[in-house]
């Protein structure tokens, strides 16, 4: 009797210890277009992120399905404008621009980068959540009174500015900056910004010095900024020029917002912009101008 019931109780655990061993289903389980679908709706860098978990998530974040719901509707119009600078810029010869030579995710990342072009003067890249265009535009791209007479500007080579180079104001009476661009933005809203700095930095002992001895003019009238588009939308603004908490800080001067409609979004974009002090009953002086940006709205309220 002892023997038999032996057997039959090793009969029955040879019938449930397999099923009972083998590990509950997960992620890794999940069919690779499933894993691709979730992909597609987290951010970049969620997706690079779980791409590490498995073969099969590594695989599925490569998908083109997952990286073109994070590219802008006109990403073909901007791949064309923005890559054919780059290969400007190479001496190994032109490369094609036709989205269909890249992956989604290759596009993405190109985007990301910073695309020089207007003769090395505007930078144009995509920033990497929200898929909105920043632009930045050098001081070397705009149109400014005076700037060929060192008596008012000098050119100051520094780090602290993406195009390596600032423009200096020493001392004027008529203060006018001009600007232009056109470009093919992604429906959403816009800003534009001025970042200038009152004082000249340097660096002494390998520290950061500003020196605001030639800081003078910007506390008596204020300066006006403008902005207009070519569908018709215009801002104005006026600040004051005051010394920041922090002297030598660099600020961000807001100008004013602009809307790109989805149905504008595959035709250019013009903007006009300027900053104007032409009070001439005092001089202005000890100001550094760096460059023109243009952000997306919720990342130009972070500035």
Not at 8 to 32: C, H, M, R, T
Request: charged share 20%.
């Amino acid at each position: 009797m002892g023997a038999g019931f032996s057997r039959q109780y090793s009969s029955k655990v040879d019938k449930i210890g397999p099923a009972a061993s083998k590990p509950p289903p997960g992620l890794a389980d999940l069919p690779e277009s499933c894993v691709a679908l979730i992909l597609s709706f987290l951010d970049p860098c969620d997706v690079c992120g779980l791409a590490v978990l498995s073969q099969r998530f590594r695989q599925a974040s490569l998908a083109d399905t997952v990286w073109e719901s994070k590219l802008p509707p006109n990403y073909k119009i901007l791949v064309k404008k923005l890559f054919a600078a780059d290969d400007q810029h190479q001496t190994s010869g032109d490369q094609s621009t036709e989205t269909s030579n890249f992956t989604k995710k290759e596009i993405y990342a190109r985007l990301c980068l910073a695309h020089r072009f207007a003769g090395d003067t505007m930078e144009v890249w995509m920033k990497k959540n929200g898929g909105g265009i920043c632009v930045a535009i050098s001081w070397k791209g705009l149109k400014i009174t005076g700037i060929s007479d060192r008596r008012y500007w000098n050119y100051i080579s520094t780090d602290e500015s993406r195009f390596k180079t600032v423009a200096y104001l020493q001392q004027i009476w008529w203060v006018e900056v001009e600007g232009k661009l056109e470009l093919e933005f992604p429906a959403g809203t816009y800003g534009l910004f001025f970042r200038m700095q009152l004082g000249r930095t340097s660096k002494r002992l390998g520290r950061r010095a500003c020196n605001l001895d030639g800081v003078h003019g910007w506390n008596v009238k204020p300066v006006r900024f403008q902005l207009s588009t070519s569908n018709g939308q215009q801002a104005t603004a006026h600040h004051y020029l005051k010394e920041p908490a922090a002297p030598g800080e660099w600020t961000h001067y807001h100008v004013g917002d602009f809307v790109v409609d989805h149905t504008d979004a595959c035709t250019p974009t013009k903007l006009n912009f300027s900053m104007t002090q032409i009070d001439c009953t005092h001089t202005k002086g000890g100001l550094c101008l760096d460059s023109v940006f243009v952000y997306p709205r919720k990342l130009g309220e972070r500035i």
